[in-house]
Nanobody
């Protein structure tokens, strides 16, 4: 049963921007930190960015300065603004709801991001 619903993926040229969004049920959104992961062909899923319920953020080194994660409590939404996209950012991006020790409690279905050179 899908509880995290993502949107916003697509095809963009290198240097372009995309914005991903993820809507969660109230209880899940309120009780969890939220994060974005990505998975590239032949690689393990990796953390891209995370935001706590108190809006503290952390980012993977490979997206620092280019991606921004945010959360909107009224909309129960977490977003990932991706700027200056590179071909190596291509992958399936997953929204996740995490517990305080980083354990993922819920996954979204994933949304494809493709960056052409």
């Amino acid at each position: 049963q899908v509880q995290l619903v993502e949107s916003g993926g697509g095809l963009v040229q290198a240097g372009g921007s995309l914005r991903l969004s993820c809507v969660a049920p109230t209880t899940i959104f309120t009780l969890n930190d939220m994060a974005w992961y990505r998975q590239q062909p032949g690689k393990q899923r990796e953390l891209v960015a995370r935001i706590t319920s108190g809006k503290s953020t952390n980012y993977a080194d490979f997206v620092k300065g280019r991606f921004t994660i945010s959360r909107d409590s009224a909309k129960k939404m977490v977003s990932l603004q991706m700027n200056s996209l590179k071909p190596e950012d291509t992958g399936v991006y997953f929204c996740a709801a995490q517990g305080p020790w980083g354990n993922v409690n819920y996954w979204g279905q994933g949304t494809q991001v493709t960056v052409s050179s």
